[in-house]
């Protein structure tokens, strides 16, 4: 395969020219910079039965998020391994790691294997976390060692925080010396009043009791100071509060191997989504303040938060139709979630491009280990391409099986074209928009 005169991004070379990739099986062969047409190089574009004609558009290193719930197993009336590729495909994502909180969790090397042996049917590569404790009850640490040697790419008991500061203390100690990471969920439940919504101002006017931003700061700051101490990679998820930016930077300060996610929800919107959207906008943590999404996209910008992670959690129509205490946190995010990057930071100067790539791609890969997160020679071919300045309409034509998402309706600016996994293309937007 051959992608000629495409703008080629890759924050881990510092490339950002147009040029030529030329793909032989799974791997990138040769990359050609400048046009192979002014070059004079048109034995590669003769020698290629399949060519695609990157001019106008952007190739990247395959996306990569290492946070995403496909609810599998236990849970596939909202989405199935399968049906969560797809729209990771859809995405322009080639590698995404799971979470452990299905049914049952993954806490044992044979649903773990389940997770990753139905992930290699998918034409993507699908990693998973195993949890941290067992059941995900906080009482008792799971067979780290042993599910690592089963292939769990890191440790998690997202979606509930470990509470036992001394438990995990003793995780991070064992997972420290298999050089994984460890990813943590910080809510403390004695300061939320009721999840999915912040304590503030929204939280009043609709009387719903709301989630304190305390709640995040207190148990970022206690962990980020177990992990300094430990020396373990940890990720503190999907963070929202200024205060918790803040505990994450003098961490990384401290010499911590301390990282942040940040969400595209958390960068983009302000909690008075939750008055246009409803339960569409119920979230943990939840979305908070102006004052926090600018926070964020400064800790982006300065490289205190590392990653832009999805948490894509998809819920059925049914479940998010019930009132906003009852309805179930999260929204889905594969799908659009590189078209917020673009136009709620690089075309509002934020970020650049390739910071962007970096953010989605590059850091991801390495912090979690995973072969990706670039295009360079010798490199597995898993490419993302896309056209940074077309307009779209998010309606609710997901490959997700779940709809669940605040964003539809709304005007978005950069759209995936192709997905391209181990030099196979497994989602092509003009062929999807024939089937449509």
């Known amino acids: 395969m051959l992608i000629k005169n495409i703008r080629i991004i890759d924050p881990a070379s510092s490339i950002d020219e147009v040029g030529s990739i030329l ?130 790419i890191g440790f998690s008991d997202d979606g509930i925080p470990i509470m036992n500061a001394k438990l995990l203390k003793e995780a991070m100690e064992r997972i420290k010396k298999l050089d994984l990471p460890i990813s943590l969920h910080e809510e403390d439940p004695a300061f939320i009043k009721q999840m999915g919504i912040n304590e503030g101002k929204v939280s009043k006017e609709i009387n719903y009791g709301g989630a304190s931003s305390l709640a995040e700061d207190s148990m970022a700051a206690r962990d980020s100071m177990i992990a300094l101490a430990t020396g373990v990679k940890c990720d503190i998820q999907h963070i929202t509060s200024k205060n918790t930016i803040e505990v994450v930077r003098l961490a990384k300060k401290l010499g911590g191997k301390v990282y942040g996610e940040a969400t595209p929800q958390h960068f983009s919107v302000t909690e008075d989504i939750v008055l246009k959207k409803g ?55 594969l799908e659009t979630s590189l ?20 953010k989605m791609s590059t850091n991801p890969a390495k912090i979690y280990n995973i072969n990706g997160g670039t295009l360079s020679e010798g490199a597995y071919a898993d490419i993302t391409i896309f056209d940074e300045n077309k307009e779209w309409i998010v309606t609710d034509n997901f490959k997700s099986k779940a709809k669940n998402s605040p964003f539809i309706g709304e005007k978005l600016t950069g759209k995936v074209i192709y997905t391209i996994c181990k030099g196979k293309v497994v989602y092509n937007d003009l062929t999807s928009e024939e089937k449509s």
Do not use: Q, W
């Open 23 to 152: 793909i032989k099986d799974d791997k990138i062969e040769k990359i050609v910079k400048g046009s192979l047409e002014e070059k004079g190089d048109l034995n590669l574009i003769e020698n290629e039965k399949e060519i695609i004609d990157g001019t106008g558009l952007v190739a990247c290193p395959g996306l990569v998020d290492v946070h995403v719930h496909f609810r599998d197993p236990g849970l596939t009336y909202k989405e199935d391994i399968y049906t969560g590729a797809e729209a990771a495909k859809a995405g322009g994502f080639t590698s995404v790691v799971c979470m452990g909180n299905t049914k049952p969790v993954v806490d044992s090397v044979e649903t773990l294997k389940y997770v990753l042996d139905k992930g290699k049917e998918t034409g993507i590569n699908v990693y998973s976390v195993a949890t941290v404790t067992k059941g995900l009850k906080g009482e008792e640490l799971t067979d780290i060692e042993g599910l690592a040697a089963a292939g769990a």
């Open 279 to 333: 339960t569409l906008a119920r979230v943990n943590p939840p979305i908070r303040t102006e004052e926090d999404r600018r926070a964020i996209i400064e800790g982006l910008k300065d490289g205190t938060i590392d990653m832009i992670v999805t948490d894509h959690a998809p819920h059925s129509s049914e479940e998010k139709s019930k009132d906003m205490a009852s309805a179930p946190s999260g929204m889905i995010g």
């Open 339 to 358: 078209a917020l990057g673009i136009t709620n930071l690089v075309k509002k100067n934020e970020l650049t491009l390739s910071e962007l790539i970096e």
